[in-house]
DNA sequence: ATATTTTTTTAGTCTAGTCTAAAACAATTT
DNA sequence: AAATTGTTTTAGACTAGACTAAAAAAATAT
C-alpha cells in the first residue's frame, strides 16, 4: 500500500465517522486539498483491491478490509502521537504532521512494541480512541460542552479540532485534558459560555465550546 | 528533499567512506540494486541541485553540502536503531530494514529530542559512530579481527557487516559488542582464528574475523 | 418538463523515478 | 594503433499520482 492510498483510505475513515451516507468525490478532495479528478482516479484503485465500495457518481464506503486498514493508520498516527507527547515530550499542538509521517511506517511488529512500550493507551493526547491491534475501539461518551446544560460539571476529555491554532488557546486558557469544567452561564445572544475551569471563571465563544468534548 | 535523493546520498556517502576516488555510477547503481541509466539521471539532479560535484564519465563525489545532508541522514538512521534496540527491544539483526523507513522522517525538532531522550549516545547497536546534530562524528580506532596478530586482546566494538545473517550467527556464539576476544591461533592454511570470546574458544572463519571491529 | 447549476467522470498532460536499448566514451587487449 | 570489452550516457517508454479542460450525469430551479 502507497503513502497515497494510506491517506486516501484514513480520510474517507474520518469522513464515515461523521456522516454515515456514501461519501462524495468532493468532500474527498476538499478535505485532502486536491482535485476531484484525481479522486476518481484513487477511487477506482482502491475499489479494484476490494478496499471500497465504489459505484460512478454515487460516493464511496469502505469495505470490512478497507475499514480495517483505514483503522491501523489511525492507530499507528494516534499511537505515535502519544509517544512525542509522552516520551519525548513535544506540546500536542505540534504533533499532528510528526504523525502524518509516521504512520506511514511499515512495521505491525514496530507498533505493537510501541503500543507496548506506552503501556497500551487508550487515548491520544487529543483524547482520540486507539485503535489496538485487532482494530478495536474502546469509545467512552462524551459530550460536546456546546450541548450541555447550565450548571453541568464534567471532565474535559478530548477535542474536536486538533488544530494547532486551537490547541494553543486551549494552552494560554489552561484547559487540558483533565480539566474540570463548569457552566456558569449560557449567553444566549451570542451563544458564548462564562465557564469555570478548575478555580477559574473565563468565557468562551459558541466556536471553543463547540469543540470541546466533556464527560 | 526526496527519499529516493536521500538514498542515493547516502549510498554515495558510505562508498566514499571506503574509497577515497571519486564513486561510479556503476558502484552506485549496484549497492542500490538499480541501473546504472537511473543513477545518471539523479546524479545530474543532485548536481543540479549542489549536492554532488558530478562530472560525466568521470564520477561523483559529496560537496560540502552534500556530505552534511548525507551525515543527518546516516544520523537518523543510527539513533532509530537505537532507539529501537534500547527502547523498543528489538535484536540488533531486525532494525536495519526499519531505520531505513524511519530515517526519511522530515523534522530536525524531533530527532534532536529523540538524542537527548536516548541520552546522546555516540555509537548506535552495531558500533557505528552517530554523527551529533552538526555533523561532527567522534570516531575511535578500532581494527578488524582479521587484523590483529596472535595473543592479542581486545574488545569486540563493532561489526563492518551489519546483515541479519551475521548478527544472527554472532548472537548464536554469544559475540556481542563489549565481548572481551583474545586471539589464541591463526591457522595460516585456511586463515581461520582460534579465539576466546570471553571464557569461551571458538574457531571463526576469515570472512567472520573480516567483520568484526576490535579495540 | 425543461433549463440551469453542480458534481463527477473522462481524456489527455505533466513530473519523478524507474526501465530498456542504443550510442558514446573509456579502458584493455592484441 | 586498432580492435575489443566494459562503462556511462542518451533517447525514449512506462507507472503512479497529480493536474486541467471538457463531457456526462445528477441535482436544483424555473
Known amino acids: 500500500m502507497t503513502f497515497s492510498e494510506e491517506n486516501y483510505l484514513k480520510t474517507i475513515y474520518h469522513l464515515m465517522a461523521v456522516s ?76 499532528h504532521d510528526l504523525a502524518e509521517q509516521l504512520e506511514h511506517i511499515k512495521s505491525e511488529k514496530l507498533i505493537n512494541k510501541l503500543d507496548d512500550f506506552l503501556g497500551n493507551p487508550t487515548e491520544d493526547p487529543h483524547g482520540d480512541a486507539i485503535p489496538d491491534a485487532s482494530g478495536r475501539i474502546i469509545k467512552i461518551e462524551k459530550q460536546l460542552l456546546s450541548e450541555m446544560e447550565k450548571n453541568r460539571v464534567g471532565i474535559c476529555v478530548g477535542v474536536k479540532d486538533t488544530s494547532s491554532d486551537f490547541l494553543k488557546y486551549l494552552d494560554k486558557q489552561e484547559i487540558a485534558l483533565g480539566s474540570q469544567i463548569e457552566i456558569i452561564e449560557k449567553e444566549s445572544f451570542d451563544s458564548s459560555f462564562r465557564i469555570r475551569v478548575e478555580t477559574k471563571e473565563i468565557t468562551i465563544s459558541h466556536k471553543i465550546a463547540s469543540n470541546l468534548y466533556i464527560k
Chains 1, 2 share one sequence.
Do not use: P
Open 20 to 95: 454515515d451516507a456514501d461519501i462524495s468525490t468532493n468532500a474527498i478532495a476538499e478535505k485532502m486539498e486536491t482535485k476531484a479528478s484525481s479522486v476518481t482516479d484513487m477511487l477506482k484503485k482502491l475499489a479494484e483491491k476490494e478496499l471500497v465500495n465504489y459505484i460512478k457518481y454515487q460516493g464511496v464506503s469502505l469495505t470490512e478490509k478497507g475499514q480495517l486498514a483505514a483503522k491501523m493508520i489511525v492507530r499507528k498516527h494516534r499511537l505515535w502521537e502519544t509517544f512525542l507527547v509522552e516520551k519525548l515530550d513535544f506540546s500536542w499542538d505540534e504533533v
